[in-house]
């Protein structure tokens, strides 16, 4: 599906790989040399291969003059001009699927609903990012697990162990947890299955 052009400054911020991020985006104006930010500009930028390619068309709000714009942004902020058109440039772009650590225009455009802006959105994701980090890091590991012949009942057709030796101690059964959301002193099962340390 074709992604829609629209006011550049709705993509943004945008952020790579180094964790730095553009969040705003200017251009002067090819008449009057008049600076106009990305919400003078409507066309897309994408993050694709860890580059911000943008390509858009610019009004000019003093002289009314339209131009095009297209560039690739490195991941050190260094703007470089694109030689293919910017039409053609914008049509790729456009059609481009989804990429890596890019969210979908389904997701920035939530048909009908009210759609986050994007500092919000970009905040949210950050946080989420964060606290699966934090889970991981908080669970526990276990080089030897033995699981309990006793089965609590079953859950998406595997069977749920009372309880289980990791290492040498036990970890009794705590909860399912399809998400795979664990806390800390945690050890997580069969990407579902909940365990905690016998107290």
Not at 49 to 72: D, M
Not at 129 to 146: G, L, M, P, T, Y
Not at 166 to 195: K, S, T
Request: some cysteine; charged content about 25%.
């Amino acid at each position: 599906m074709m992604q829609p052009n629209r006011r550049l400054s709705d993509f943004l911020p945008l952020k790579f790989a180094n964790g730095n991020q553009v969040k705003q985006f200017s251009k002067p104006c090819v008449r009057c040399g008049t600076m106009l930010d990305a919400k003078q500009m409507n066309g897309i930028a994408r993050l694709v291969e860890n580059h911000i390619a943008i390509a858009a068309t610019a009004q000019c709000p003093k002289c009314s003059e339209n131009f095009g714009v297209a560039c690739v942004i490195n991941p050190d902020k260094q703007v470089k001009r694109v030689v293919l058109p910017r039409v053609l440039f914008n049509l790729y772009l456009r059609a481009l699927p989804v990429q890596k650590g890019e969210v979908s225009a389904q997701a920035t455009f939530n048909r009908g609903g009210i759609t986050p802006l994007p500092e919000v959105r970009d905040a949210m994701e950050d946080a989420a990012e964060i606290a699966r980090q934090q889970a991981r890091s908080a669970q526990v590991k276990a080089r030897d697990i033995v699981r309990s012949e006793e089965a609590l009942g079953r859950f998406n057709e595997k069977a749920i162990p009372a309880w289980l030796l990791l290492d040498g101690q036990r970890f009794d059964f705590e909860r399912i947890a399809p998400n795979a959301q664990v806390g800390e002193g945690e050890f997580l099962l069969d990407g579902c299955l909940i365990y905690r340390a016998k107290a």
